[in-house]
């Protein structure tokens, strides 16, 4: 099929209008490398690297391509059978040694909180967008903590309605300690004993969307056994959810997995879907007089189909007034690793994002996903916007009364 229905919502179609940067040119490359080719040409291997892995182009696709599992399965040859640049490949060696490690981050989180200060972002900004020191100096997290823990067992208030995990994320858990605390308060507020073992380091997902499968699987089955006692598992980063739900597929045909993946995958839930699927019990009582811009992160929106969900909790909160950003379905550039990965689209799309959440005129924006807040809060901060940006559960955990907490 070449209906072409899906190259508006596509970011790199939508930046260069070139139909190999699109998802109908990433499928004929895939086809001619299936068919003709013993060998993977730069070329193609450079057009689905360019791929952000967004999965707008499953959404909007009339005929039910699945180009999910297409790059899915795609990655993984490309990272066994082309032999990259060297600096492409220690470029990504130093990347997954830091960032996929929470205990070699925590030292780094002194250094992010004085970055303001030292002048690390405005420098980032002065380096071309093409330059990985400049993503990372503009990327600079802030918030970050060495000592930010969570406790393992947060006990359920009241009546105990169930027993669920907390995935902390390998970068969340140092740089967005404050979402954590929120979805663990607000959920044992609604009455659920909280988990949140400190293994595994990470649950995988920047490595399987990078084509690393073996090292994303490795880290999938010690996901899977560390929540086997829990009724569901709760994520709040919308890439890691997404790549835990898809751990039932991806372990299909490994006899040893195949069975406990399924059931493992089938209990993932985006904080949001499983507030929405469960009673309210404590009270969402004082008035927050905002009005906040939902941004869907494409791994909640595209690839989970959650889109009703935080929108239904952030309208159900008192004083809060929902608004819709022009280009929802269009990609904010981080995309897991994407934005050092690719910093110069990363950063194109980012400042659009900016542009079009800036627009709405909101007093804050409310996104599911943390890589989002920080590429988002950075192209903001260049075009000069203070506009603070949260996750929905944060503004959930500002509404709970005051005793709820
Ligand atoms: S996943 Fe996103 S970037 Fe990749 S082809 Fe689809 S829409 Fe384009
Ligand atoms: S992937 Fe879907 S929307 Fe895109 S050209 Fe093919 S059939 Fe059309």
Redesign the pocket.
């Known amino acids: 099929?070449?209906?072409?229905?899906?190259l508006p919502t596509c970011p790199t179609y939508v930046l260069w209008g070139e139909e190999m940067d699109s998802?109908?040119g990433r499928?004929v490359l895939m086809d001619a490398a299936l068919r003709e080719s013993d060998v993977l040409s730069e070329a193609m291997v450079t057009h689905w690297d360019r791929c952000l892995g967004c999965m707008a182009?499953v959404s909007?696709?009339?005929?039910g391509?699945r180009?999910d599992r297409l790059i899915e399965a795609t990655r993984p040859q490309v990272e066994r059978n082309h032999a990259r640049p060297w600096r492409d490949r220690a470029r990504r060696r130093l990347l997954f040694a830091a960032f996929t490690h929470p205990g070699r981050l925590r030292p780094l989180a002194p250094f992010a909180a004085g970055a303001s200060k030292l002048g690390v972002r405005t420098l980032g900004r002065r380096l071309p967008d093409r330059s990985l020191t400049g993503a990372v100096l503009r990327l600079t997290p802030r918030g970050g903590s060495p000592f930010a823990r969570l406790p393992v067992v947060t006990p359920a208030r009241g009546e105990r309605r169930g027993r669920v995990g907390l995935l902390q994320g390998c970068v969340a858990r140092v740089f967005f300690h404050r979402t954590n605390v929120a979805t663990a308060e607000v959920l044992a507020a609604e009455g659920f004993e909280v988990v949140a073992p400190r293994r595994p380091r990470c649950c995988g997902a920047l490595f399987l969307h990078t084509g690393y499968e073996d090292e994303a699987l490795a880290l999938g089955r010690e996901m899977i056994a560390a929540f086997e006692d829990c009724d569901s598992l709760v994520v709040n980063a919308a890439g890691c959810g997404s790549s835990l739900r898809d751990l039932g597929h991806l372990l299909a045909d490994d006899p040893q997995w195949a069975e406990r993946a399924a059931a493992f995958s089938a209990k993932v839930h985006d904080v949001s879907a499983f507030l929405a699927a469960v009673e309210p019990r404590a009270p969402r009582l004082r008035s927050l007089d905002l009005r906040v811009a939902y941004h869907d992160a494409c791994h909640l929106a595209h690839a989970q189909g959650v889109r009703a969900e935080p929108r239904a909790l952030l309208g159900s909160l008192p004083g809060v007034e929902l608004v819709e950003p022009p280009e929802w379905e269009v990609c904010c550039g981080s995309a897991g690793l994407y934005n050092l990965l690719q910093p110069e689209p990363a950063a194109e799309l980012g400042r659009r994002k900016a542009r079009n959440l800036a627009a709405t005129g909101a007093d804050a924006i409310a996104a599911g996903n943390p890589g989002c807040t920080l590429q988002i809060g950075t192209y903001l901060e260049e075009e000069g916007w203070r506009t603070p940006i949260v996750h929905p559960i944060e503004l959930v955990h500002a509404a709970l009364a005051g005793d709820a907490r």
């Open positions: 099929m070449h209906c072409g229905f899906c998802p109908r499928i182009c909007s696709c009339p005929s391509v180009y």
